[in-house]
T-cell receptor, first 114, second 117 residues
Framework: NAGVTQTPKFRVLKTGQSMTLLCAQDMNHEYMYWYRQDPGMGLRLIHYSVGEGTTAKGEVPDGYNVSRLKKQNFLLGLESAAPSQTSVYFC?????????????FGDGTRLSIL | AQKITQTQPGMFVQEKEAVTLDCTYDTSDPSYGLFWYKQPSSGEMIFLIYQGSYDQQNATEGRYSLNFQKARKSANLVISASQLGDSAMYFCAMRESGWNQGGKLIFGQGTELSVKP
């Protein structure tokens, strides 16, 4: 049972570099999400997707882009990394329309920007 | 605006005792769901329990129960018979049910629980 898989688990970047975080889910979920977690602030939504080919902005979208070309994958891109983007990034997925269904989370990606 | 507040940054509890973690929320939507997640030091997010705004009874899952007081807009997590493995960060989250909400969750700041032997 893979569930939600995030790649990579750790990464160190230099300011100005770009990278893509990959999220893959094998539960056939329609909805997918990217959050960031910073100390003392809980999880904040960056972008989300309600289906293949659709994306929308969350609470903190600036500096990030996303794509959902396939239902099972949701990519988070940083075009020009900044130290303020040092964080732990979580991907999650869920079914629509089933009220008590939780979001299922990946194990997170720890990203440091120097 | 929707908001979740957890006012206890850290808490201690003696092993085998019960503990209550506070969560208050603010929303104008009559239909919503409340979730609690556990995040151990290893970092993963583990779903614990769910309460729907129209549920008549408080949710329970094993040693976890939810003290849901709708009029006060609170959804406190009660952990009975604490175990050392319960030491973790706990997050309260809310999901609004509108068709265009995309199932988004709004998280509180979290409460770090430490269980003492």
């Amino acid at each position: 049972n893979a569930g939600v898989t995030q790649t990579p688990k750790f990464r160190v970047l230099k300011t100005g570099q770009s990278m893509t975080l990959l999220c893959a889910q094998d539960m056939n979920h329609e909805y997918m999400y990217w959050y960031r977690q910073d100390p003392g602030m809980g999880l904040r939504l960056i972008h989300y997707s309600v289906g293949e080919g659709t994306t929308a902005k969350g609470e903190v979208p600036d500096g990030y882009n996303v794509s959902r070309l396939k239902k099972q994958n949701f990519l988070l891109g940083l075009e020009s990394a900044a130290p303020s983007q040092t964080s732990v990034y979580f991907c999650a997925s869920s079914y629509p329309g089933v009220r008590n269904q939780p979001q299922h989370f990946g194990d997170g990606t720890r990203l440091s920007i120097l | 605006a929707q908001k979740i507040t957890q006012t206890q940054p850290g808490m201690f509890v003696q092993e085998k005792e019960a503990v209550t973690l506070d969560c208050t929320y603010d929303t104008s939507d009559p239909s919503y769901g409340l979730f609690w997640y556990k995040q151990p030091s290893s970092g993963e997010m583990i779903f614990l329990i769910y309460q729907g705004s129209y549920d008549q009874q408080n949710a329970t899952e094993g040693r976890y129960s939810l003290n849901f007081q709708k009029a006060r807009k609170s959804a406190n997590l009660v952990i009975s018979a604490s175990q050392l493995g319960d030491s973790a960060m706990y997050f309260c989250a809310m999901r609004e049910s509108g068709w265009n909400q995309g199932g988004k969750l709004i998280f509180g700041q979290g409460t770090e629980l430490s269980v003492k032997p």
